[in-house]
Nanobody
Framework: QAQLVESGGGLVQAGGSLRLSCAAS????????MGWSRQAPGKERELVAH???????NYADSVKGRFTISRGNARNTVYLLMNSLKPEDTAVYYC???????????????WGQGTQVTVSA
């Protein structure tokens, strides 16, 4: 099994910045794509950004130019740098990772518990 733990959420004023971190642990053989999604109250969870093992990135239109996703050197961590935050960015942010426990085994999608980001006007 794998465990993903997020950190870095909090309360920030509009225009401010936050950096979220997520670390995967467990008997992991390899991690492919990692990403961040968010869920605001009363809304469905939406993809914010993801990054492949090769470093290719994809962003939701609503965050392009403001958010940057990156992976740590150990490849089991993923970060989300959020600049120019807006009140509509308020949500619980979840990281996920496609993880394999064997070199030729299947990958499963694992999620963290989420971290709250609140942006005040």
């Amino acid at each position: 099994q794998a465990q993903l733990v997020e950190s870095g959420g909090g309360l920030v004023q509009a225009g401010g910045s936050l950096r979220l971190s997520c670390a995967a642990s467990g008997s992991i053989s390899s991690i492919n794509t990692m990403g961040w999604s968010r869920q605001a109250p009363g809304k469905e969870r939406e993809l914010v950004a993801h990054i492949t093992r090769d470093g290719n990135t994809n962003y939701a239109d609503s965050v392009k130019g403001r958010f940057t996703i990156s992976r740590g050197n150990a490849r089991n961590t993923v970060y989300l740098l959020m600049n120019s935050l807006k009140p509509e960015d308020t949500a619980v942010y979840y990281c996920n990772a496609w993880i394999s426990f064997h070199p030729v085994g299947p990958r499963g999608n694992y999620w963290g518990q989420g971290t709250q980001v609140t942006v005040s006007a």
